[in-house]
């Protein structure tokens, strides 16, 4: 049976609903309450009857309404499609089946024939796998499984099995190897004394043969005084009858003027019923009717309209319309409030950043410099420290003795440091990487230090310098970085800070710009907010709020424009309910009057002219149905008799005869229990004889003995030949699915354990093997493993059944209990299993592994 479609009519939550089901492992997705378990419970209600309120645990998902109760499912068996209607509750719902491929209406009958022995015990027990009975599993051993498996298909199959436990339990306690209470090793205990008393006894033959003679006199006579005895308790019993019948005979006689002729139409417990019926009903509907026009008036009393639901009503349109804006307003409340932050926190840095940089002679902070005007602030200031160097050097060279010319390497060092300068500055404006040249400058500066030291140590004699150029030189330098530091506001700050702080007022410049750019931000939001605001200002008298705060302020306005939503809601809910109860009010009247026509149409009917009369009539004729019925009784007790009464029965002299008849029985009682009492005394004799030895009785006994040795040994042999037959005859006709259902068993388990077991044993109770050959019973397991195994079961049966009993396998959220790794090994298993038959997996927990394409997912139906 291959499920394709579910048209639900009306199941608990699911209202005219169709289903499809397109996939032989079909998941079906949802959250907790989304009707999952609605779904598992229609689809076994459909297949195999809806359940009553005594066996329905999770009740029995009558839809809310008018919707009809049932629905049917579509689905394929052995190359045919058919549908299966199921309706109503009453005797599991009525059915109707058909045969889509022929078009044709078939029988209930032919359905039960299709699914073949499966009913819904026998479905849940092999082919669902839901909330796992842990102690009911605990108990689980190969008996209980071969049970499972082969009361499908085996007519009779528990009457066998309980037949083969039976010769089983028979045979344990009729013998056992080593056992001592068994019948037949106590009988060769017995046998071995009895033959150890045989070669001892010889001597007391006879008297126990005389007293044998006078146990069989004394039997006979015993016989004799019994028979006497029953036929005298015989006549005494008939008479004791007789005797016990004499007050039926008076109150029978008392009843012989009562007859049927008497008994009037119209006034029987059904009618008593019908009238007790009529006066609850009037009853209830004047109780009902005044109940309601009682609410009727306090709901009246209740209805009234607040002032802020009257000034709402007036103005719903231009509110609702306003309030439609409150969703996307809110939102800009919230950037109103996100950018004010933002401008606050730009404000901040470029504060804390201009109070780190050094200010002006006038306080403030200077401009920052270009790249090229960088680059060419450095070489004024590097040729200014040249010239300075050199005009001081010639001025020493001329005090002293002729110096030597400082080495143009130091000059090309010198330069170079000079350019890893500006590149470092660059650097620190667009990357943080420029401390780099501020390192290699300096490295540089050095290394042209040395080498125009060792010049000077080393070069013979000096060129003559003009100092005056130098000078001018000097002077053109020195104005233009006076130009630069007036244009630049650099008045004040050492020329050696100019570069190094150029990184901090690039940023000052930065942060200024950002500023800028979120206070423009800040401005149009914050016009936008105000301008939905300033729409509210016909309310204002009822919307109190600080505009300043536009969360808060939008959050006042939904809240209020709710509540007048709500009560504006509950004054029409009201008003429908007043309207509603005055139609119930007058349907009751109606109801009312049509109650007491009918009452009065009894009544009449009954020629009756009011309640008391009927209830006289009534009574006098329940006595006379009483009186009859007891006539009936008495009628019938004599009848049962079988009692011969004489026409004329005298009491007296019947108890007399009573009295002597008991007598008699007496005194043969009393002579039996005295022969009883000879009889047993002989038996004590013979009995000691015996166990003192008594020769050919012991004889007797000792083969006594054996014959009831070997009559149970027969006996044995019969019940464990009997045992063996049945399990061999149930193994044929289960068509061998025990073994076929334990290697799939096994296979499986070690597939959900990603091989951490590799052996299942089923004796008297389930154990399971581990990788590492350590065994462990089913209650040692963790819930998790414990259900893999459980689910390992149910799949291995569901499989070696699909052959002959192709049923869909449904999962109700399985594997909650499972890892990630073995979730996604019962996912593959479950594939696999699908090849063979379909499986409806219900879960609130989707894998990734499933493709999302061919899940059915509830929250979309």
Known sequence: ?????????????????????????????????????????????????????????????????????????????????????????????????????????????????????????????????????????????????????????????????????????????????????????????????????????????????????????????????????????????????????IPVVNQLAQLEGVNESKLRKGFSDDDQTDFNDFKLKLAAQANQLSEKQAEYAKRQADISKTPGQAFYESHQERIDRLYGQLASQSNLGYQVETAQQQVAEAAKQLTDQSEAVAHNAKGEIPKAFSADELNQVNNLLRTQQN???????????????????????????????????????????????????????????????????????????????????????????????????????????????????????????????????????????????????????????????????????????????????????????KQAQLATLQTTIQHLKDEQDALTKQKTAFLNDRKVQSDDEFEQVYKAQKRLVDQLKQKHIFEQQLAATKVQIPDQLDAKALDDLVVNQNQQVQT????????????????????????????????????????????????YVALKLGSQWIQAVLNIASKGRLPKTLTLAKRYFATLTNDAYKDIIFKNEISVVREDDVRFPVNELSTGTMEQLYLALIMSMAVGFSDQYPMPIMIDDGFVNFDQSRRHAANQMLKQVSEQTQVLYFTANLEREFDAGKVLDLGKL
């Open 1 to 245: 049976m291959i499920i394709k479609a579910l048209n639900i009519y009306g199941f608990g939550q699911w209202i005219d609903q169709q289903i499809t089901i397109q996939d032989p492992l079909q998941v079906v997705y949802g959250p907790n309450e989304a009707g999952k378990s609605t779904i598992i419970a229609f689809i076994k209600g459909i297949l195999f009857g809806f359940t009553d309120k005594k066996h329905s645990i999770h009740g029995q998902y009558q839809p809310k309404g008018n919707a009809p109760y049932g629905g049917e499912i579509t689905f394929s068996a052995n190359q045919h499609t058919y549908k299966i209607v199921r309706t109503g509750l009453k005797y599991g719902g009525t059915v109707k089946f058909y045969d889509l491929d022929n078009d044709t209406e078939l029988t209930e009958t032919d359905y039960q024939n299709l699914i073949g022995p499966i009913d819904r015990t026998t479905y849940d027990r092999l082919f669902y796998f839901g909330d796992v009975n842990q102690s009911e599993f605990y108990k689980m051993g190969r008996s209980e499984l071969a049970t499972r498996i082969q009361s499908i298909g085996v007519a009779g199959a528990n009457d066998w099995m309980g037949l083969q436990d039976q010769f089983d339990k028979d045979s344990a306690g009729i013998y056992a190897p080593r056992g001592r209470t068994k019948e037949i090793n106590v009988q060769i205990a017995d046998y071995k004394k009895l033959e150890s008393q045989v070669r001892d006894a010889r001597d007391d033959f006879p008297h126990y043969q005389d007293l044998q003679q006078q146990l069989k006199e004394a039997r006979d006579q015993l016989a004799r005084l019994q028979e006497q005895r029953k036929t005298a308790s015989d006549e005494l019993g008939k008479n004791r009858q007789l005797q016990s019948l």
């Open 387 to 573: 010239l300075t160097d050199q005009i001081n050097q010639s001025q020493k060279r001329r005090a002293h003795q002729p110096e030597q010319p400082q080495s143009r390497t130091g000059l090309i060092y010198y330069g170079i440091a000079g350019a890893l300068l500006v590149a470092g500055v660059i650097l620190s404006l667009f990357t943080s990487f420029g401390w780099i040249g501020f390192v290699l400058a300096i490295v540089a500066a050095g290394a042209g230090w040395y080498v125009a030291k060792q010049s000077q140590s080393v070069t013979p004699e000096a060129p003559v310098v003009d100092i005056d150029a130098l000078n001018r030189q000097l002077s053109q330098v020195q104005q233009q970085l006076t130009t630069i530091s007036e244009r630049f506001g650099l008045a004040g700050i050492p020329e050696d800070d100019w570069i190094g702080m150029q990184a901090s007022l690039s940023q000052i410049a930065t942060f200024q710009q950002t500023l800028s750019k979120r206070q423009a931000e800040l401005n149009d939001k914050q016009t936008t907010y105000n301008q939905f605001i300033d729409q509210w200002q016909f309310a204002r008298d009822w919307l109190k709020f600080d505009r300043s705060k536009p969360s808060d302020a939008l959050m006042t306005v939904t809240q209020t424009v709710q509540r007048w939503q709500k009560l504006a809601a509950a004054y029409q809910q």
């Open 668 to 715: 043969l009682s009393e002579q039996i229990d005295g022969l009883t009492q000879k009889v047993t005394q002989l038996n004590t004799e013979i009995n000691g004889l015996i166990k003192n030895g008594q020769y050919y009785q012991l004889r007797q006994d000792l083969a006594n003995k054996q014959t009831e040795i070997i009559d149970n040994v027969q006996r």
